[in-house]
């Protein structure tokens, strides 16, 4: 990236660089961009097979129904006061 691009850019955010500065900032900004001209060489196509690590369908456990907890064993250790429950306070 040129000296120009950066100090054009620097404009638009309206920041304040030395010459150092905007050298070290171009010669940075050269390196991100060819990172990511290598990153933009990775296949990212999507294979239902490899992403779900080879978990079908079929071979998950069929969904039963269970009765639930009773209400009273679940609520036995909230404090219930005027219709509601009280939790320990968290924020001043």
Known sequence: ???NMVKY???LGKLEFTDEQLEKTAAEMTDII???????????????HK???????????????HDSMPT??????A??????FVVPKVVE
Do not use: I, P
Request: proline share 0%; charged share 40%; net charge negative.
């Open 9 to 11: 850019l620097a404009e």
């Open 72 to 77: 009273e064993k679940v609520l036995a250790n």
């Open 1 to 3: 990236m040129d000296l």
């Open 34 to 48: 060819e990172l990511m001209d290598g990153v933009k060489g990775y296949d990212v196509e999507y294979d239902a």
């Open 51 to 65: 992403d779900n690590h080879n978990v079908f369908l079929e071979s998950l456990r069929a969904d039963e129904k």
């Open 79 to 84: 404090v219930n006061r005027d219709n509601a």
